[in-house]
């Protein structure tokens, strides 16, 4: 096990290797959605890549943005997985509220996770742009995502805490709301 003064230089190695171009991507289609009005963005994530998921969500509703958390309702995502399964709660949300004008944001160490991959498999059939957080070699996920911001690290930890640092770049360029 990593002692803490190594993974925060485990953390600062894998962060100073993400460019920052690598987002703009995202970034454009943001400014989009907030300045044409049309279409939600819809996140998901799981485990710590789910508390990222949120966080995001918030900042992107303090910019203007229809954001939703596609795991944010806990009763209703015990009862899907319950008469369903946990893998489909995102994907049957999407089929069900989605929009070809939406848009999905996936955050995921692994990009294996198979409600994460269900949801960017529904959200390509409805026509939404899909765009990546990703940790590893990006899993399946990266080949379901118009595009992706790869962490290269295997060490979930790292992964998260970039993924975290993501989410504030993608704040600071939206305009940061919450210093008014």
Known sequence: MASAAEHLRSTLKVIATIRAASLRP????????RAGGAGAVWVIGNGGSQANASHLVLHLQEHGLKARDLLAETAYITAMAND???????????????????TLIVITGSGDSPNVILALVEARRLGMRTYGLLGFAGGQALALCDQAVLVASSDYGCIEDAHSALVHAINAELGDLTRT
């Open 84 to 102: 369903h399964s946990y893998a489909v709660v995102a994907s049957r949300t999407l089929r069900t509220l989605g929009a070809a004008a939406d």
């Open 26 to 33: 995202l970034l454009d289609r943001l400014q989009d959605l």
